[in-house]
């Protein structure tokens, strides 16, 4: 039996996660649950599977939570960081799902290492903002991270039984989002509705604008190279249209090994709360005769400068990447909210880097500090 803490639970990776152990309850107990918002389904969740402690935004929440929940039973309702930070360390838990969106699972993240908690990561920004201080306490730690993302899992099951020093290249792929074809002339008359209609995916509002940016790849870039201790110039983005493919690894005798499976994140949820075990999840494989072919091509870096953008950050380090990180959140916020247009998003992100003078080997407080100042200046300039 594992006992699960899962920060983010009404999102879409810890619904998932909620519905392996709704399919597996001699497996799995949930311990400790947080959300931000949305009272009334998170109420309903405390409900089903009665944690010990849950956590959401803040104190007004917490008091709207305390009034909707029904029922008997009436777990302890914390709040805010410290709220997040003692659900993520929570005693009885060993591990820790990490599915809050955004700048906000880092701390999180550095509370559940140092509780020694094994942590299964689906909150990149924690790596990208702070890969080499979050790895570096894990390995002091003997703290486990396994990945939830579909193609950091698929590169961790690729590399699995084979030599670190035989890898030569990881290919890393991207289903392209709704704008693959899309001329870029008509990228001026991109809507909210058009940018949220994923076609292979089914995520949270967030990470689908990243998806169509390709920011999101440009974020698994970052994490990439923390995860797995590369370089950035060992890996290539593929557009992989039928995300089929979730990510391949390349060795030196030239063998290419892939991970393959439906577009669902259940496979890489439960492989990462379950390895080395594999657990049923009753999904169908792909129908590879209907498919046809899987196809891969280049990434259109004119259209989709994100990628550029990361690659500039993985080669500068320091808090480049926290600022890159920061300034996309405050502007896929500001479009999510219709206060800019999909192309400002790359703007304002590439002006913030710009503008940005560059610390090395920061410690934490640097890193929140360059993230503070990308926040206030995308602000300023929105």
């Known amino acids: 039996m594992k006992y699960l803490s899962i920060l983010g639970s009404t999102g879409s990776i810890g619904t998932s996660a909620l519905d392996i152990v709704r399919m597996h309850p001699d497996r799995f107990c949930v311990k400790a649950l947080t959300a931000a918002n949305n009272i009334d389904f998170f109420s309903q969740q405390i409900d089903e599977f009665k944690p010990e402690l849950v956590a959401v935004l803040d104190e007004e929440k917490a008091l709207e939570l305390s009034?909707?929940?029904?029922?008997?039973?009436?777990?302890?309702?914390?709040?805010?960081?410290?709220?997040?930070?003692?659900?993520?360390?929570?005693?009885?838990?060993?591990?820790?799902?990490?599915?809050?969106?955004?700048?906000?699972?880092?701390?999180?993240?550095?509370?559940?290492?140092?509780?020694?908690?094994?942590?299964?990561?689906?909150?990149?920004?924690?790596?990208?903002?702070?890969?080499?201080?979050?790895?570096?306490?894990?390995?002091?730690?003997?703290?486990?991270?396994?990945?939830?993302?579909?193609?950091?899992?698929?590169?961790?099951?690729?590399?699995?039984?084979?030599?670190?020093?035989?890898?030569?290249?990881?290919?890393?792929?991207?289903?392209?989002?709704?704008?693959?074809?899309?001329?870029?002339?008509?990228?001026?008359?991109?809507?909210?509705?058009?940018?949220?209609?994923?076609?292979?995916?089914?995520?949270?509002?967030?990470?689908?604008?990243?998806?169509?940016?390709?920011?999101?790849?440009?974020?698994?870039?970052?994490?990439?190279?923390?995860?797995?201790?590369?370089?950035?110039?060992?890996?290539e983005v593929l557009v992989h249209p039928q995300s089929i493919v979730h990510s391949m690894v390349g060795y030196k005798d030239g063998s290419i090994m892939a991970q393959m499976g439906p577009p669902d994140m259940k496979g890489a949820i439960s492989y990462a709360l379950s390895e080395p075990d594999r657990i049923d999840l009753q999904m169908d494989f792909p129908d590879f005769v209907s498919l046809g072919a899987l196809t891969f091509e280049k990434p259109d870096t004119q259209k989709f400068p994100s990628l550029e953008f990361a690659f500039e950050a993985c080669k500068q380090k320091g808090t480049l990447p926290a600022v890159m990180n920061a300034a996309n959140e405050v502007a896929v916020s500001a479009f999510l909210e219709k206060r800019i247009d999909f192309l400002d998003i790359f703007k304002l992100i590439s002006r913030t880097m710009e503008l940005h003078t560059q610390i090395d080997n920061p410690d934490l407080s640097g890193i929140i500090e360059a993230d503070c100042w990308a926040r206030e200046k995308v602000q300023s300039q929105i």
């Open 67 to 235: 009034r909707v929940l029904k029922g008997n039973h009436r777990p302890e309702i914390l709040f805010g960081e410290a709220g997040y930070c003692e659900a993520a360390s929570y005693g009885t838990c060993d591990t820790i799902l990490l599915a809050m969106v955004g700048a906000a699972g880092l701390k999180p993240a550095l509370c559940a290492i140092e509780a020694k908690k094994q942590i299964a990561l689906a909150n990149k920004e924690t790596l990208v903002m702070a890969g080499e201080i979050v790895m570096a306490k894990a390995k002091e730690n003997g703290v486990s991270i396994l990945p939830v993302d579909s193609e950091h899992s698929a590169i961790y099951q690729c590399l699995k039984g084979n030599l670190k020093k035989d890898v030569t290249k990881i290919f890393l792929t991207a289903s392209g989002g709704p704008f693959r074809e899309k001329p870029f002339d008509e990228f001026k008359s991109i809507t909210l509705k058009d940018a949220l209609n994923h076609p292979t995916w089914n995520m949270g509002h967030k990470i689908t604008i990243d998806s169509a940016t390709l920011m999101n790849k440009g974020l698994e870039i970052i994490e990439a190279v923390h995860l797995f201790n590369i370089t950035h110039e060992e890996i």
